[in-house]
């Protein structure tokens, strides 16, 4: 398959494993942000293959891992009425809520779909007028211009028995609340691709300048990964800091100011709740006043749901990069994909989801 | 940055049945496991194998059941009459048994055209005699209108093994080769991309087959069958790691090999799926001795179903806990472990 195949070629990645080992002279760590390059990591084993000098953790890029236990108990208080639809992405039905999740409230007879993309959402709105169609939208800057345009269509179409959850988060804050943080470990990022598709990679260059920290924008296959951790080791070791582009396929420094546009026509940046990291500042999006009407919030007056974080999941310690899955002591014994205690082990992008996986855990 | 919290909520445990009960992952199998084989409990269930195996007056018999609840119905490259056939002539196959006889129950949703009921009867009795099976008893019920899905189809089958036959996962040895027939995948994403709407243009059209055939083709030869699966719900990982748990050894499986069909690729890479788990309904995999496996590929090679045959693996080791490893094309290896249900979509 073009552009894919080249990207997984055996010789290549060889060649820059060699690249790599040829220039490293002391450990490094390495986060690589985003969930998606995390599965690739554990998927093609790439942390079997590279020098015992670099460690790579894994970051908190995985939209279903950080959205906020309040916000699935609102979810679950929303689908739960019997005139909704409730339409979500797949991988966020069998995160946990409080006291149950999606999936099982689905098996009960609640109306909850699957879509694979948020304007699939307005259509059932449209084709089913005496329901609530509620879309849960959750995701970083690269989803969230999907759900801007649907919730700008529906004003478009005065539809007005369509509304969205939305919780989305935005990726250079969490960057900057990390190396902030006092147990940082640091000391170069793989920049997520995907993101700054969306995004470009402008807001990374005062970041990587004020912590003195090499900023890789990097893809997902394993080429690239490889590709970008050559150019973060090659940074570090000659005490550069610096955002380079190694998704240059896809990814340039304005990125898509269309879909920006609209981020910002229909979204108001705000302070965010993370699941496991706490309130980020400027963390997040929430829906601008002009699109009130279609903010499910408010209009199934869930506001007030406030969930307080109980139990012993240290899923907080897994996105900071803290602790690794399998070195977590509830992994593969009380916290597993079947009964798990946090979404990183549910999420299809989550750490511990991938080392559950992929690696031996008997 | 605010002070850091580590928390997340306590499990959630499901008291009742949903939809991953049935994903053909580890649910199921703990379904299975904990809730419904203990109260059947008995020596022929404990097989675990496709057919039940059962003797009678010295003749060796295969039996086994499957529901067919498919949407949508007519799919490319078959339909749930297709697929209810092939999949009970397979599940005969897979334990060497040559078929014989099929049952058939209907369960009808009111409304359901008799027109497209025909086609799929039709279906199903053109597979049955091109495998040289009867369709000889079967029920038809019929429930209102919003309590079925069209339609769903029961079949049984029953088949015989011939007296030196024996084929089942106690049979799997270190050194086997492990042989796949066909490409995987093929009939999850088929049936994922129309049930869904996916729009993008793809030439994708479902495996289902009939692989009775070509299995005693291979008995026929002579060629020593260690163990037969096909590779349905689950797909080609979940039947490996269930045979490997089974059978307590480990197997080894090259990444690089495996036959995937360019656009099942595609569609896999877009909706985050793992062709490795997708469900087959004409793709099984084949264990024999490493001096059987040339004679074993040449016959496969031969058959219209069995052109992309290849020696995808083989048995390495005795494990007690049955490992299933996977070796990337880099060189690495990770494990293939039961998926929880079934894949879902990822967000981005």
Request: proline share 0%; glycine share 22%.
């Given at each position: 398959m073009k552009f894919v195949d080249e990207y997984r070629h055996t010789e290549t990645a060889t060649k820059l494993l060699d690249a790599i080992q040829s220039i490293i002279t002391r450990p490094w760590t390495i986060m690589e942000v985003c969930g998606g390059q995390t599965h690739s990591i554990i998927k093609y084993g790439l942390d079997q293959l590279l020098s015992d000098n670099i460690t790579l953790i894994h970051g908190p890029g995985c939209p279903v891992c950080v959205t906020p236990l309040h916000v699935i108990d609102k979810a679950l208080a929303i689908a739960k009425q019997k005139e909704v639809i409730f339409c979500s992405f797949g991988d966020m039905l069998r995160v946990p809520g409080s006291e149950e999740d999606l999936l099982t409230l689905k098996a009960n007879g609640a109306d909850i779909r699957i879509v694979y993309s948020p304007l699939d959402s307005l259509k059932i709105a449209q084709n089913n007028l005496d329901k609530e169609v509620v879309f849960f939208g959750v995701g970083f800057e690269t989803t969230a211009p999907t759900i801007a345009l649907t919730v700008y269509q529906a004003k478009q179409l005065n539809l007005k028995n369509f509304s969205v959850l939305a919780c989305h988060v935005r990726v250079p804050p969490v960057m900057n609340a990390l190396l902030n943080d006092e147990n940082n470990q640091v000391q170069g990022f793989l920049g997520a691709g995907h993101v700054c598709t969306i995004?470009?990679?402008?807001?990374y260059i005062p970041l990587a300048k004020q912590h003195q920290t090499p900023i890789v924008i990097t893809g997902f296959e394993p080429v690239d990964l490889l590709q970008g951790i050559y150019f973060c080791i090659k940074q570090l070791e000659s005490g550069r800091y610096e955002v380079e582009n190694q998704y240059t396929r896809v990814v340039n420094q304005q990125g898509n100011p269309a879909a920006q546009q609209l981020l910002k026509q229909v979204f108001n940046i705000t302070d965010q709740q993370w699941r496991g990291l706490g309130t980020i500042p400027e963390g997040g999006l929430t829906l601008a006043d002009d699109y009130n009407d279609w903010n499910a919030e408010q209009r199934f007056s869930v506001t007030s749901i406030k969930t307080q974080e109980p139990s012993e999941c240290r899923s907080g310690d897994i996105l900071k990069g803290l602790l690794k899955p399998n070195t977590c002591p509830e992994f593969a014994k009380t916290c597993t994909p079947e009964h798990p205690l946090g979404a990183t082990m549910v999420s299809s992008e989550g750490a511990c989801a991938a080392y559950y996986r992929y690696r031996s855990h008997d | 940055m605010t002070k850091m919290t580590l928390n997340c909520p306590l499990p959630y445990q499901p008291k009742q049945i949903v939809m991953a009960h049935g994903g053909g992952g580890r649910m199921m199998q703990q379904l299975i496991d904990t809730i419904i084989q203990p109260i059947f409990d008995n020596d022929i269930l404990n097989q675990k194998h496709d057919s039940a195996v059962i003797n009678i007056n010295q003749s060796k018999l295969a039996l086994t059941t499957d529901s067919y609840v498919i949407n949508p119905l007519f799919f490319s490259g078959g339909n749930i009459g297709k697929l209810a056939i092939c999949g009970t002539l397979n599940d005969l196959a897979m334990s060497g048994a040559k078929p014989l006889y099929i049952t058939c129950s209907l369960i009808i949703e009111e409304g359901f055209l008799i027109t497209n009921l025909q086609r799929i009867l039709e279906s199903m009795q053109e597979i049955a005699q091109q495998a040289g099976v009867k369709i000889v008893t079967g029920d038809t019920k019929v429930v209102e209108?919003?309590?079925?899905?069209g339609l769903y189809i029961n079949t049984a089958g029953v088949g015989i093994i011939a007296d030196n036959i024996e084929v089942n996962p106690n049979k799997i040895q270190v050194g086997d080769h492990i042989i796949i027939n066909s490409d995987i995948a093929r009939h999850g994403m088929t049936i994922m991309l129309e049930r869904e709407g996916i729009e993008f243009e793809n030439d994708l059209k479902s495996d289902?087959?009939?692989?009775s055939n070509l299995v005693q083709i291979l008995i026929n030869q002579d060629i020593d069958l260690h163990c037969l699966r096909d590779l349905t719900r689950g797909g080609l990982a979940s039947g490996l790691i269930e045979l490997a748990t089974h059978s307590q050894l480990q197997f080894e499986i090259n990444d690089s090999i495996l036959p995937i069909q360019e656009s099942v690729k595609s569609g896999c890479d877009i909706l985050g799926f793992d062709p490795l788990y997708i469900a087959n309904e004409g793709c099984f995999v084949l264990f024999v001795s490493a001096l059987e496996s040339e004679k074993a590929l040449n016959y496969l090679q031969q058959h219209p179903l069995g052109q992309q045959a290849c020696v995808i693996g083989e048995v390495t080791a005795v494990n007690d806990k049955g490992i299933v490893n996977l070796k990337t094309a880099l060189g690495s290896h990770r494990v293939l472990d039961l998926l929880s249900g079934e894949q879902l979509p990822r967000i981005c």
């Open positions: 995004m470009g990679y402008h807001e | 209108k919003g309590k079925g899905d289902c087959a009939d692989l």
